[in-house]
């Protein structure tokens, strides 16, 4: 069992590139979440699929989509990288409905440049 | 929506004394509490949680205090070690419609002195 596992790891991006950060669970839980951690600001949601099929909007989702794929996979996307966009960000997953352990991936350290 | 603040920022103490990390939330109708764990370069991992009904729940040397009334949530490391030097942070669960969020506070980096 792998868990949460995000891909890339590490990425620099030139201000305007585009690129998808990938996100893949084999727990078979429901719920999927992109969060971005920056220094001093905690973890804070950007986006969210309760289920496969839905997805919506956290606390700061301007200047990225999502597509949750399939019930494994939650990508998320850059259109134009801006620096404001550099960031740590992690994919999450969770049972939906109940309060439960949010089990994280590994990261992806991402500069924009 | 909920909003949650966490203090201290940072916790400096020596090996062996205790460390109290106090978070506060806003929204009346959370009812799941965790803290995470982070070690430098590592994912967060969950140390310790307390639901609504439970005013007090502990593991080991980690303790998690609950008061619903003033809407605070407290952790509790006793006899700390180096190896408890990380972030941690709290968190509390936000419902919408049925669908649970968790709103994190900023963390508190502590360090435990040898």
């Known amino acids: 069992n792998a868990g949460v596992t995000q891909n890339p790891k590490f990425q620099v991006l030139k201000t305007g590139q585009s690129m998808t950060l990938q996100c893949a669970q084999d727990?078979?839980?429901?719920?999927m979440y992109w969060y971005r951690q920056d220094p001093g600001m905690g973890l804070r949601l950007i986006y969210y699929?309760?289920?496969?099929?839905?997805?919506d909007k956290g606390e700061v989702p301007n200047g990225y989509n999502v597509s949750r794929l399939n019930k494994r996979e939650f990508s998320l996307r850059l259109e134009s990288a801006a620096p404001s966009q550099t960031s740590v960000y992690f994919c999450?997953?969770?049972?939906?409905?109940?309060?439960?352990?949010?089990?994280f991936g590994q990261g992806t350290r991402l500069t924009v440049v | 929506g909920e909003n949650v603040e966490q203090h201290p920022s940072t916790l400096s103490v020596q090996e062996g004394d205790s460390a109290v990390i106090k978070c506060t939330y806003s929204?009346?109708?959370?009812?799941?509490f965790p803290w995470y764990k982070q070690e430098l370069g590592k994912r967060p991992q969950l140390i310790i949680d307390?639901?609504?009904?439970?005013g007090e729940k502990k593991d080991q040397r980690i303790a998690v205090t609950l008061n619903k009334t003033a809407k605070h949530f407290s952790l509790h490391i006793t006899e700390t070690q180096p190896e408890d030097s990380a972030v941690y942070f709290c968190?509390?669960?936000?419902?919408?419609?049925?669908?649970?969020?968790?709103?994190f506070g900023t963390g508190t980096r502590l360090l435990v002195s040898p």
């Open positions: 999450a997953t969770q049972l939906s409905i109940e309060d439960t352990e949010a089990f």
């Open positions: 727990m078979n839980h429901n719920s």
């Open positions: 699929s309760a289920s496969e099929g839905t997805t």
């Open positions: 929204d009346s109708a959370s009812n799941y």
């Open positions: 307390i639901r609504s009904n439970v």
């Open positions: 968190a509390a669960s936000e419902r919408n419609t049925g669908f649970q969020k968790l709103v």
